[in-house]
């Protein structure tokens, strides 16, 4: 169960208000690399944990997350503060309000709007947050690699936003969020390499004849070589007639019908023929204006 | 610029058609960790890629996860050639149709009634596919990192289908894919890891006071210690006070404003204050049917 | 700032997995009614709220319903656990395996596949979570009306929930989470109506002369009259020529264009009109099948 | 069935053309609390209810509303109708075009480039209408409660609008479109209370122990008291042990599994085990940089 | 301005109520090709259309459309009517509900636990309605084909539901509807074809050098030849090294850099290169158990 | 399967970087009418295809427009490379990069801050892209006519992009990029017209009495007679009681219940009926601050 102090995990000090910048911040909010997603993909997997000891680190983690939510949001709520009052006490000349508005710039007229001031959970352009940003599916060895990546994509957005802000108190607040995503990467790191062994992920083998193959499928000038293709670590594939159905078989798919399903299909065949050897008038010809075909005469 | 072969990469093989299983297929055409979305990944990293090296793989690779999703198309269209026309032709009797559909289970109706029976791009349960699967980002360092979890968790979903199938030259083809799955996450790996320094991934550092602290925000039976929180890599905090307001500060969030802001904000908060001492008659009491509030005289 | 506990709010006893219950039971987790949909609507509303007293009600009810998420999400990962292990380890012969994945009902073949078992921020029939559900809007005497509505809705879905259950642990936490959203709707009811007045929500208020008439626009057998609609309350309009140009007008659009906006407006008009007094032969026409124009001669 | 009038419910005059404000005005139409999600919000329930009252009057209002979308998609039309001919027409030097177009704001580029001027499904930020928008459930007493809440939202959309606008035609028409909303707003109430009881909604009633609780899981600087949480009106719990578990139990889950069921858990918990007794090396130690990790020997 | 009159355009006769059959038929209620994408396409045209013909015609259908959106929702609702009061008042067993539920089949579930058994706005398959349905530009002669489109695909629907329903009312119903698809299809070539030329659409020529010319792109084992790329219409490319760079330059992409633009782009190549010359120690090689690698010593 | 080759079908010359020009070029890149629709539309209908002509049709132009993807995303990119490397490596003062991101215009922050200046699948304005984009049902009817219009929406967009740029080397690619829409169209013209009869789509034949009735269901002024609704063409119905009930019947819903069915309604009916004759008190009265029965005594 859950409880909640009043206090922030990291003080938020805003110099001025700012709606263009409350808005960018959002992309830490309600974005896909944001702290609702990253609070969210932790409980989840929490949920269905059995391992007591990955458990309790979701756990850990994913209340954390919820407590930078609150602080992300509480700084979008900080920059819009000034500008929330007016629109609702409709306290200036109309033209200047709209004025205002525009002047802020960026998407922040949805937020102003449409939310109030208030931290929408949207990402900066004001697309709504889904459940799609969430790639969970239950087994450690996969959901752990999503959680690193996940860590560090928010690592970076935070980094772009710290690169945009001058404010001293934002930016030491997103300091501290982009610093925690750093170690919450080593747990996760920790927790992957704790499972032994962990690759490939999941239980069954590949094939081994596919296994260390490096299908070279984009050719032609700006072809490259390295560790990731390297002969050393990968057989390397260049023949385009050796990709092609590397089973040995035809590449030509196939399926058994009984004998009701092939005539209707033939039916449905015949039905919808497009005849390869008529040359017929269409729509196209009719409306391109070269002839009198246009009018029914 | 793409050339196509109409031979697959792998050849289809299907025992007898079978919507239901062509409707679970679907997850890997459409779904989150489909081929789709493995495809997209990795073209739309590709074209903001101007290291050659990571380029060419990219390129490779998503053109290969493109003859991926024909494939695992085809056999979404194999299990459902049987159907197909019945629906069209109107090749049944009505109730027989009905029941038919209704017997071949899952969600395989949304398949054939609205998508004919052709493959369509949403999962398993019809939610059409969206870019939101997608997490690029624009940073190698995270971005490969993601590549390497999208590969790990396509395997697993692989894995899963062939534990459904018996159909053998399904299983087949499915454990192709499921392989090179496996290929493409070592070749990223390998990418990441010939980049140095890769983590933390970016440029900024974190703040050293919080790089490597364990706030353990989720207390009671259940906690754990394990080498993702251990005292050898982490600073282990649990008291939770020290939890509040990290940065020493108050933990309350500050923002300067001008007078006329003040002046407004007050304005507002007068006009919708909530009075703390009423104790006001509501809705709820109107309706609860408990007096005669609820009628007017 | 969150802190957790790893005992639920309320003790969750399920007597035997049950993967479809399971599904129905997402529509209060990542359903439009569920419980991330009412944590997440208090919780931004808390967070740009300055009302000292609304704000901390919204936080300690957003903390609650955060642990309801807790309760049903737990609900559902006991539900699956059964067969959680069962696709994981490829544990039974394929064709049993899916056997046993159809028979299990609705949409849990998502669950199932795709999330391996665990709660997912999905509905009952796989929609994903998205922000579209949360209508706050920054203004309390609106917000307070949504979030007396949105407890009531919850109400409902867990009595249909409850309704369909006969498990005697389900049935009691779900009586627990149901009552919870009664008392919520409650303590939300007194701080509408501790604001006065709250009724015409907002600031301005509405045209009088057009604040208390109601449109007869539906007419017809059926046509009734209630207090919703009733002279004592109402100015009742039924004739349909008084319903159009209410303010008298023409009903007609107008705009001033300057010169070359009209020069460019006929320019276009001009290219793109449809000539009212031709016939044209049209695409229907060449492919009815009725007459030689489908072939060019 | 529905019947059309080609005059509007309120003549539109338009003072100039403004592409930036037609897109603000999109909120109403396209946008969560606009006109489309009224009508069909009525619309559907009408559809479903077997109350003759309230079927007519949600037949009334969806009709109207309905109307509304018309005047304001209207609004927006008339505002575009300058710039919609030059994009089409090519009537300006293309630099010029760019310039006129970045200049007009906010994301009026989409409804220009994407829509042609036209009036889209959109909210003011291009965000696609979704019936995720639409909470109708099929119970009147909690969904009159959201009808009432919804057009308390849309009168304060309406009237943020107005605050921004100071062409006069457009000012009319936005007052009526909000005043509409508060007499909407004074059916659904009636509606509502004329059916007695209506609280709690629906038909069970709630578990008498916990349906006058308030639970102050917020705590800390900020607690406050009011009739929300009242000793009055409810048993106020602010002892954190005495949150867990309310139901007097250990708060920890349970499920009843059979003997393949455990075997299987057991067996996918031994292979995903992470050890907490390891310290492994990790992706992060191979990445930082730190030693010679990084290049395999 | 609409009006509404409570006889619907169409008498709905159901025979029985059958949940999975209402199911279906939201396929055209909240579906893609349903009437409140078809209205709703035509409706917001019609807002934006300036030629007095289109916009009557298109007013005239759009109204249409609403109605037959009655029509189909009245046709849910009979269907489920049954259904509904079950599930409200719990007037069944637990247990029997439950398996009722199930065996009502398809995703009725959703229906009817979160929409009451009222027609919702999603597709058969619960996936909500979304704007990006709608598929107008504000250009006659792209929007008038898509309508001609949107009206074949509606009755192939409907011929698909009529085809899977014995129900004499319900085919009786879907009969009308899908006879007024055809209907308005031909209304809409008379409308385009009306328009002289409408092709190519649009204002501006394409280049004469590539608008007959048609790429092989796709070779191997079932090219073919027809009139959609016959000699006589079309300039046949085969030779693939004529489809790279058909303006006949380079095929590489180019782009203007100022100095510092240049510089900060060689800075993040380098602190983001993958040394193609090394072969690192990866996560995988971590995680793969081959070696001692997993544990740091 | 698919090859790709690293030169671009048509050669990329960027004068200069321009973020906001790249951000408008999104809408044909990941927007609705843009190329990965496009080419997914293409390629779901060739797979699910097994008329020979129209699946080697269908494969060509769905590989030529994943080359025009990459196309336009290779544009996307050149615009931004001067942008990139700026948010990544901190290159300039923080103040001067908010100006320098805001100043851009348009949407272009998202591509910046959260991208990182790389193409994303999402159209101008944010949106990200979805299945819902394309219309594919399986029947060659109604998908040729549907291609058809699609190349005709994205012929335009090409224009619109084209008269906003002044760029030469975007201008010609972008021409290049519009004449094959116009190309592609007249393929799929011929394709269509191939296969007669085409009209009506599908199979079923309307009913003749409904199949050419024109309902004039929008009147007053403005009413405009044409070929789409001419005496010469059509039935055309103005006299509003003749829409009504086309069938002859009632108009009135009908539908059989048994006992237990019609007991559970009226029971449900009695539970939730508003009462027609009361005149109750609300929350809007309780609110609306004219009377003392805000408070209650």
Chains 1, 2, 3, 4, 5, 6 share one sequence.
């Not at 690399?33 to 609070?39: D, K, S």
């Not at 087994?139 to 957005?157: G, V, Y």
């Not at 936003?161 to 990467?185: C, K, W, Y």
């Not at 999941?202 to 081994?208: D, E, M, R, S, T």
């Amino acid at each position: 169960m859950f409880a909640h102090n009043k206090r922030l995990q990291y003080t938020v000090r805003v110099a001025e208000c700012n709606p263009a910048l409350a808005n960018l911040m959002l992309e830490q909010f309600g974005g896909p690399q944001g702290e609702l997603a990253a609070a969210m993909r932790y409980f989840t997997q929490a949920l269905a944990e059995d391992d007591p000891g990955r458990k309790d680190m979701l756990l850990d983690i994913a209340t954390e997350e919820l407590s930078h939510l609150e602080v992300i949001g509480t700084i979008v709520g900080m920059l819009n503060k000034g500008a929330k009052g007016k629109l609702a006490e409709g306290a200036e000349e109309q033209a200047q309000a709209f004025r205002e508005l525009q002047g802020a710039g960026n998407d922040s007229h949805v937020t102003q709007v449409l939310y109030g001031g208030g931290p929408a959970l949207t990402n900066s352009g004001g697309q709504l947050w889904t459940a799609g940003y969430i790639d969970s599916i239950g087994e450690p060895t996969a959901d752990l690699r999503s959680n690193i990546a996940a860590e560090a994509r928010a690592k970076i957005i935070y980094e772009r936003l710290i690169n945009l802000t001058a404010d001293p108190g934002v930016r030491d607040a997103l300091g501290f969020l982009m610093t925690r995503e750093i170690s919450h990467q080593q747990s996760f790191e920790k927790a992957l390499y704790a499972i032994q062994p962990n690759f490939p992920p999941g239980k069954l083998p590949g094939k081994p004849e596919f296994a260390n193959v490096y299908v070279n499928t984009s050719q032609g000038e700006g072809d490259m070589r390295g560790p990731w293709n390297s002969d050393e670590n990968f057989q390397f594939l260049s023949d385009r007639e050796k990709f092609l159905a590397m089973d040995g078989g035809s590449g030509m798919p196939e399926v058994s019908l009984d004998k009701q399903q092939q005539a209707t299909l033939m039916q449905m065949a015949k039905r919808t023929r497009s005849d390869p050897s008529s040359n017929p008038e269409t729509g196209a010809d009719l409306g391109s204006g070269t002839g009198p075909q246009g009018t029914r005469h």
